[in-house]
């Protein structure tokens, strides 16, 4: 596997609405309307047949409390192919560590607020790159258990 490098700009909700990709504000839109102020989204809402179009791009974080940090549960094929890296099963803090990013930082953000971040990547492999990064908490709820937060990271490369 090579290598690769990210840098990242946050964004607003507006912003990416003057920016491709189209996919990125679908996939907002869909995460906004089964958001309210009181619920975040549930991965009822967010299953695998609901989301696609989407599929491919997105990888699942599930928060460990016991590490503070979110794992990778499920990685989408763009988002390796893009980066020419594989984290299932991989921590926020070691992609933080290993890159120079601030993910696990704007992970806890999303966990703490329940509000979407949207940055603005350059992932660097062969050449830079040009992509929008969502983070979407959702709740993963099993009866009996407490509530599980979840982040749905999705990446959509700019076509330059």
């Not at 309210?36 to 047949?49: G, I, N, Q």
């Not at 921590?91 to 704007?106: I, K, N, P």
């Not at 040009?130 to 999705?154: C, H, S, T």
Request: net charge negative; charged share 30%; glycine share 4%.
């Amino acid at each position: 596997m090579e290598p690769f490098a990210v840098q990242e700009k946050e964004i607003t909700q507006d912003a990416l609405d003057e920016l491709e990709p189209a996919q990125a504000r679908e996939l907002l839109a869909f995460w906004n309307k089964h958001a309210s102020k009181r619920h975040l989204p549930t991965r009822e809402e967010f299953r695998p047949e609901k989301l696609r179009a989407w599929f491919e791009n997105i990888a699942i974080f599930e928060y460990i409390p016991e590490k503070d940090d979110f794992q990778v549960l499920l990685e989408g094929e763009n988002i390796a192919v893009l980066t020419g890296e594989d984290w299932r099963g991989g921590l926020a803090r070691e992609v933080d560590s290993q890159f120079s990013t601030s993910l696990h930082s704007s992970m806890t953000f999303v966990r703490m607020t329940g509000e979407p971040k949207i940055h603005h990547l350059q992932v660097y492999k062969n050449d830079w790159q040009n992509a929008i990064r969502m983070l979407l908490p959702v709740l993963l709820q099993k009866p009996g258990k407490e509530d599980v937060l979840q982040v749905f990271l999705a990446i959509f490369p700019i076509d330059d």
